[in-house]
């Protein structure tokens, strides 16, 4: 059983900047990959960056140029440096995981941590 803790979330008003945070209980570079999704009221939940094991990560359209995904083995952890937000980033951003054991595959989630970008 793998465990993701976000924290770093909270209230910051338009053009500022957060950074989340993911602490894993495992080796993060153990996982094929790590990303950070959002879920906002009422909508889906949308992918809004990944990294794979390599290093290469992707990032939704919407947050090119403004968020960062980063991740640190010393401790185990996954980041989101999110910049320029706009009251549009407000939503619940959650720490995911992929793991591969042979030919099984595992899926995490985090708990999630609440972002809220208003004046």
């Known amino acids: 059983q793998v465990q993701l803790v976000e924290s770093g979330g909270g209230l910051v008003q338009p053009g500022g900047s957060l950074r989340l945070s993911c602490a894993a209980s495992?080796?993060?570079?153990?996982?094929?990959?790590m990303g950070w999704y959002r879920q906002a009221p009422g909508k889906q939940r949308e992918l809004v960056a990944r990294i794979i094991r390599g290093g290469g990560a992707s990032y939704a359209d919407s947050v090119k140029g403004r968020f960062t995904v980063s991740r640190d083995n010393a401790p185990n952890t996954l980041f989101l440096q999110m910049t320029n937000l706009k009251p549009e980033d407000t939503a619940v951003y959650y720490c995911?995981?992929?793991?591969?054991?042979?030919?099984?595959?595992?899926?995490?989630w985090g708990q999630g941590t609440q972002v809220t970008v208003s004046a």
């Open positions: 495992r080796n993060i570079f153990d996982f094929v990959a």
């Open positions: 995911n995981a992929d793991y591969r054991l042979g030919s099984s595959q595992y899926n995490y």
